[in-house]
């Protein structure tokens, strides 16, 4: 099975700093990688899928890119709507599985 | 826009069944090449995806709860299922159902979640 490991788990950051967060995946899949944005008491929001589309309606400080192994999820300038826990997942091909990353929270500092 | 709603208890006995609806407004469940889906997260951690159902009624489950997984599909009623059978505190989490779709291979959108505590 491919597992998603996110680095790292916790940022500290304040707001208007370039934020990286980093998705390696146990082997190689394809490009389709998405993002989730989950605040605290809400559901997982749909942050960018196919690695670096970015979803209708999302801000444009948010942009993704990577391939094979390595995805990185990047804000431009953290604004304090940002701080919140972020989540990398994938479909696999076979089997049909849906995985998670296991989230890095992003904290004000 | 399409939306989801989750309903069902919010408190089950140890080694009952869990059970949970998921229904899904402003378009049908039979229409697209979607994957019905059903997320859950313990509290503090985070998301683990249960199962689909595809509206053919075609399902894959996690592995690690397949033994006691079932989702079904209504397409009469535009609702979505989960049973999740013997339950142990364990399975105490905010429940998520979401729409998933193959290409690109991601979720949108997802219902609130309904938290269920399982204690006796």
């Known amino acids: 099975d491919i597992q998603l490991t996110q680095s790292p788990s916790f940022l500290s950051a304040s707001v208007g700093d370039r934020v990286t967060i980093t998705c390696r995946a146990s082997q190689g899949i394809s490009s389709y990688l998405a993002w989730y944005q989950q605040k605290p008491g809400k559901a997982p929001k749909l942050l960018i899928y196919a690695a670096s589309t970015l979803q209708s309606g999302v801000p444009s400080r948010f942009s993704g890119s990577g391939s094979g192994t390595e995805f990185t999820l990047t804000i431009s300038s953290l604004q304090p709507e940002d701080f919140a826990t972020y989540y990398c997942q994938q479909l696999n091909s076979y089997p049909p599985e849906w995985t998670f990353g296991q989230g890095t929270k992003v904290e004000i500092k | 826009q399409v939306q989801l709603q989750e309903s069902g208890p919010g408190l089950v006995k140890p080694s009952q069944t869990l059970s949970l609806t998921c229904t899904v407004s402003g378009g049908s469940i039979s229409s697209g090449d979607y994957y019905w889906s059903w997320i859950r997260q313990p509290p503090g951690k985070g998301l683990e995806w249960i199962g689909y159902i595809y509206y053919s009624g075609s399902t894959y489950y996690n592995p690690s709860l397949k033994s006691r997984v079932t989702i079904s599909v209504d397409t009469s009623k535009n609702q979505f299922s989960l049973k999740l059978s013997s339950v142990t505190a364990a399975d105490t989490a905010v429940y998520y159902c979401?729409?998933?779709?193959?290409?690109?291979?991601?979720?949108?959108?997802w219902g609130q979640g309904t938290l269920v505590t399982v204690s006796s």
């Open positions: 979401a729409r998933g779709v193959v290409v690109p291979a991601a979720m949108s959108p």
